[in-house]
Nanobody, 128 residues
């Protein structure tokens, strides 16, 4: 049984940092690209970042470029999202997702249909 478990969310002030972690069990993570999505109340779930199976290809949502960094440790079956200079508009539930592809496409990586397993999310709240 595949399990995807996020952690690391919390309440921070604007300008501060957080690091999210996602541990995957029940499958070989290095057979898959991995992504982070987020969903704020009343809004659609949106792709935040994705990383290819070996970490060589990464894409980011425009609004988080140069503030958020995705990386992975396949030996630990873990993917991370390091978030710096957080803003109130980053407030959302953050979800980790396992891609059905080894290497994400620039055009389709943020399409939720590309992902086959999802975690339950970790809440990030940024106060102004």
């Amino acid at each position: 049984q595949v399990q995807v478990v996020e952690s690391g969310g919390g309440l921070v002030q604007a300008g501060e940092s957080l690091k999210l972690s996602c541990v995957v069990s029940g499958l070989k993570m290095d057979d898959h690209g991995m992504a982070w999505f987020r969903q704020a109340p009343g809004k659609e779930r949106e792709g935040v970042s994705v990383i290819s199976w070996a970490g060589g290809r990464k894409y980011y949502l425009d609004s988080v470029k140069d503030r958020f960094y995705i990386r992975r440790d396949n030996d630990e079956n873990t993917v991370y999202l390091e978030m710096d200079h957080l803003k109130p508009e980053d407030t959302a539930m953050y979800y980790c997702a396992v891609s059905g592809h080894l290497i994400p496409s620039r055009e389709t990586w943020s399409d939720k249909d590309e992902y086959i397993y999802w975690g339950r999310g970790t809440q990030v709240t940024v106060s102004s």
